[in-house]
Every structure is written in C-alpha cells, then in structure tokens.
Nanobody, 125 residues
Framework: QVQLAESGGGLVQAGGSLRLSCAVS????????MGWFRQRPGKEREFVAA????????YYADSVKGQFAISRDYGQNTVFLQMNSLKPEDTALYYC??????????????????WGQGTQVTVSS
C-alpha cells in the first residue's frame, strides 16, 4: 500500500510562509496524481492543489491561486506545497493524498485512495 507522511506544518504569523512536504513510499508506479487538501476548523475537507505524478500538471483551488504552489521531486518521491502570504483563514489541518485511478478530476476528494495523517498549520494575528 502507498504510504504518505506529511511534515512542515507549524505556527506562523500572518504574512509568513511555510513549505509542507509529503514523502511517498510503496508502489508509487500506481500513482496518477498527488493532492493537498485542508480542513479548516468547523468546515469540511476541501481541495487545495494537485499535481500529476508523472507529467507535473498542476491544479489549484481558486482560493489559493497565486498564493500557494504545488511541486514534486520525482526522484525523491516527495510532493511540496509552498504557502506564501499566509492569512489566519489558512489555518487548517493539511492532508496529502494519492490518486491511483483516472475516473475523475484531481480536485475531487472522493477520487483519492490514500491519505496521510495530516499536518497542522496555524496562522496567528
């Protein structure tokens, strides 16, 4: 089974930056896309960004375009989420996810088969 391990979360002041990492292990040849989702306090889990594993095509929620950037290091089996100009409303538990089929769009939560444990991002002020 694919295993995902997020890291890089923490406490940051408004206007600051963080870079989240997701280390991927297991049968990575089955992965079609990698995604980042977040769950804000009191809200449902929502799509943030996705990237196709082999080709590097990216997808973003409108709310983070120009602010966040997803990338991957194919050789390191790692996906990143660079988060800039952070605001208090970006406070959330951020999840890494892997999609192993091509039936739906990378932005759809239900398309993902594997999930990490989440990493907490808290933006103050």
């Amino acid at each position: 089974q694919v295993q995902l391990a997020e890291s890089g979360g923490g406490l940051v002041q408004a206007g600051g930056s963080l870079r989240l990492s997701c280390a991927v292990s297991g049968p990575i040849f089955n992965i079609l896309s990698m995604g980042w989702f977040r769950q804000r306090p009191g809200k449902e889990r929502e799509f943030v960004a996705a990237i196709t594993w082999s080709d590097g095509n990216t997808y973003y929620a409108d709310s983070v375009k120009g602010q966040f950037a997803i990338s991957r290091d194919y050789g390191q089996n790692t996906v990143f989420l660079q988060m800039n100009s952070l605001k208090p409303e970006d406070t959330a538990l951020y999840y890494c996810a892997a999609k192993s089929n091509g039936r739906g769009m990378p932005s759809l939560r239900e398309e993902y088969d594997y999930w990490g444990q989440g990493t907490q991002v808290t933006v103050s002020s």
